[in-house]
């Protein structure tokens, strides 16, 4: 079944800087990948998504980069705030197959 | 968004007694459901597919006659863990799509469950 790697676990980063998060998946097929943002206690909250017949996908500070061939998926966040700590975990699935999620990386960024 | 609603929301129980959880969706139809476990600071782990009308999948590992599934609507999936034990202490979470394109998954608010 399909294997979904994250990297790193945990990320510091200054405010104003960038962040970057890093997926990997196993199964070529898959072709939907979402990256949820959750906080301490509450439940996960899809942040983007993107299709795999899409290569990149923006919105406003947030960025998602798909690389088919090499199977790998990136997150991007600009000018990082504050309220930007959170745990952030990528998945990967095919067609209606549930979600397979990344171990997850938690983002702190330094006021 | 779609809306998925969990409750309770916090549980404490005594081991060998059972606990159920209730996941909703509030403005759309879900003939299928998800049920994930989430122990601290670690990922979500799949335990079983809940389908409407239809028996739960369940995940290699995860113990049908412990964590019974139910889905009798398209808007109510529940969860119970039965002969709860310390060990089953965990954050659970459901999650339903909402349709359209596959895979969009929404969560609901979580259970944390306590056994003492």
């Known amino acids: 079944g399909e294997n979904v790697e994250q990297h790193p676990s945990t990320l510091s980063v200054q405010e104003g800087d960038s962040a970057v998060i890093k997926c990997t998946y196993s199964?070529?097929?898959?072709?939907?990948f979402p990256w949820y943002k959750q906080e301490l206690g509450k439940r996960p909250q899809l942040i983007i998504d993107?299709?795999?017949?899409?290569g990149e996908k923006k919105d406003q500070r947030i960025a998602v980069t798909l690389n088919k061939t090499a199977k790998h998926f990136s997150l991007h966040i600009t000018e990082t705030q504050p309220e930007d700590s959170a745990v952030y975990f990528c998945a990967a699935s095919i067609g209606n197959t549930p979600l397979v999620f990344g171990k997850g990386t938690r983002l702190s960024v330094i006021a | 968004g779609a809306v998925v609603s969990q409750h309770p929301s916090r549980v404490i129980c005594k081991s060998g007694t059972s606990v159920k959880i209730e996941c909703r969706s509030l403005d759309f139809q879900a003939t299928t459901m998800f049920w994930y476990r989430q122990f601290p600071k670690q990922s979500l782990m799949l335990m079983a597919t809940s389908n409407e009308g239809s028996k739960a999948t369940y995940e290699q590992g995860v113990e049908k006659d412990k964590f019974l599934i139910n889905h009798a609507s398209l808007t109510l999936s529940t969860l119970t863990v039965t002969s709860a034990h310390p060990e089953d202490s965990s954050f659970y979470i459901c999650?339903?799509?909402?349709?359209?394109?596959?895979?969009?998954?929404?969560f609901g608010e979580g259970s944390r469950l306590t056994v003492l």
């Open positions: 999650s339903a799509s909402a349709g359209g394109p596959a895979g969009e998954l929404f």
């Open positions: 993107i299709r795999s017949n899409v």
């Open positions: 199964d070529s097929a898959s072709n939907y």
